[in-house]
């Protein structure tokens, strides 16, 4: 996998987030918790009654409830469905003119639905910035869908910020990981609030 910038070009301080799956999900919690609230927050998922974010500028979006097929390493999904989801993220984030996308790859919910959520992004012409979370080498059928996923997403953003659990982990070695995501998260929070490139 070639390296890629860790860095923001653009301000996104006044940019829609939007978390898709249980990372992205997770990360938006971690930046309101850092203190960025006050614009629009998507949080896209499977489940009606997990890991939803509360707040008044805050909209849950379940999409696909149940819905896990995979085959050949890849979530199957009729093209329908995915229609209707993009439409769905569309109408929520409409006149948005920067969004802001967090995800990891390698799973059910962000693989299937980051293409989406970008998608619409694009369609509403806004700048569209991506932060994506890598698997762990050892989750070899995650890596190998992220692999095939990543470069078509990085071709649609301005900014994608890729951070690898791999290296977050030697880097944070003696912290819990849920610990090294927050404090990842709080550095991406407060290059947010100040306006700056990241990285």
């Keep these: 996998m070639t390296e890629i910038d860790q860095k923001f070009t653009h301000d996104y301080t006044d940019a829609v987030f939007v978390g ?3 990372c992205g999900i997770n990360t938006i919690s971690r930046l309101r918790k850092a203190g960025l609230k006050g614009t629009l927050a998507l949080c896209i998922s499977r489940f009606d009654d997990k890991q939803l974010v509360k707040g008044e500028d805050v909209v849950n979006l379940t999409m696909l409830k149940g819905m896990s097929m995979v085959r050949d390493h890849q979530p199957q999904v009729p093209s329908e469905e995915l229609a ?3 439409k769905s993220v569309r109408e929520t984030i409409k006149g948005a003119k920067k969004v802001l996308l967090f995800a990891a790859l390698g799973g059910f919910t962000g693989t299937t639905f980051m293409p989406v959520a970008a998608a619409a992004a694009k369609a509403e012409g806004a700048m569209l910035g991506m932060v994506i979370t890598y698997p762990f080498r050892v989750e070899k059928k995650r890596c190998v869908i992220a692999e095939k996923l990543y470069p078509e997403l990085q071709k649609m953003a301005d900014d994608f ?3 690898k659990n791999d290296d977050l982990a030697k880097m944070f070695r ?3 990981i849920g610990d090294a995501f927050e ?3 709080k550095n991406v929070a407060d290059a ?5 490139t990241y990285g």
């Design 192 to 196: 947010i609030k100040a306006g700056v």
């Design 174 to 176: 003696e912290m819990p």
């Design 20 to 22: 898709v799956g249980g």
């Design 84 to 86: 209707n989801a993009e």
């Design 161 to 163: 910020v890729l951070f």
């Design 183 to 185: 404090l990842r998260d």
